[in-house]
């Protein structure tokens, strides 16, 4: 089976008006659409187009036969929710730590959902359910797969919060019923893939986060798992697990 991962954010309008909402569509084009249309559709999405007119090659007839192979399957890498807003009226001020200044994490003060230890990354556990709701729909509801979903802490938090991740158990267990949801909803969804299995060098922020369901300790690079792994563990086997009662031995 030959595919393509696509990082996907969900982006929301940041007001309930038409414009948002506008903005928001081709936010969603300019991230994700801008490489599945042209290999599921033959062309760059519409929204881009719209917004770029000439400026946008075109795919000759022959680059056009040679995309009708199409894809067996799309995978999904999803952490987090936006709000998107239009700057053509009233300008947009940047926030401190976001490059588009059209892009915000709050509304009316308050964040888009719980903070994680990664800059702009927030648990939105709906999210989930709208991108692959937004794949289905756009792409024939091509066989998809969550090929990244996870939870970020800060390396430097005490080894019993570290250990006893009841945050991330929180959210990977809310982001997997949306996740259900959207393949209730008709959502071909043939895998979910967690990042990660251990405690990583992240590619944005090196050792200062941690994202696995066993910590490693770097020095001498033993691997304890997380009240995650058991979680997960767990759920895989289809029981669900009273975290509250649970607690992982730090020792
Ligand atoms: C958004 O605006 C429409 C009318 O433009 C209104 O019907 C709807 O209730 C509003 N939704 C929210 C969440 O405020
Ligand atoms: C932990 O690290 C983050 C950056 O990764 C920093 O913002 C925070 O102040 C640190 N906290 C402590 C207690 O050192």
Redesign the pocket.
């Known amino acids: 089976m030959i595919g393509i991962v696509i990082f996907m954010c969900w982006f929301e309008p940041l007001r309930n008006n038409s414009l948002d909402f506008l903005v928001a569509q081709q936010v969603m084009s300019f991230q994700a659409a801008w490489f599945l249309d042209p290999i599921i559709h033959g062309d760059y999405p519409p929204e881009m187009r719209q917004a770029l007119g000439s400026k946008l090659p075109t795919f000759s007839i022959k680059d056009r036969r040679k995309l009708q192979y199409k894809l067996d399957f799309i995978g999904i890498n999803h952490y987090t929710s936006l709000y998107v807003r239009d700057c053509t009226f009233s300008p947009c001020k940047s926030s401190d730590n976001i490059d588009e200044s059209f892009i915000y994490t709050e509304r009316n003060g308050i964040p888009i959902g719980k903070p994680t230890?990664m800059p702009n990354y927030y648990v939105v556990p709906h999210g989930i359910e709208e991108v692959v709701l937004y794949t289905m729909r756009r792409y024939n509801n091509t066989p998809m797969f969550i090929t990244e979903n996870g939870y970020a802490q800060?390396?430097?938090s005490s080894m019993t919060e570290l250990l006893n991740d009841i945050d991330r158990v929180d959210s990977m267990r809310q982001y997997l019923a949306y996740l259900n949801n959207a393949m209730r909803k008709g959502a071909d969804v043939r895998g979910y893939f967690v990042w990660s299995l251990i405690d990583n060098f992240e590619w944005l922020?090196g050792y200062?986060?941690r994202f696995g369901l066993h910590y490693v300790d770097y020095n001498t690079l033993k691997r304890v798992p997380k009240l995650s792994a058991s979680w997960y563990k767990q759920f895989l086997h289809g029981v669900e697990v009273q975290h509250e009662h649970e607690q992982v031995d730090t020792h």
């Open positions: 230890a800060h390396s430097n922020y200062t986060v």
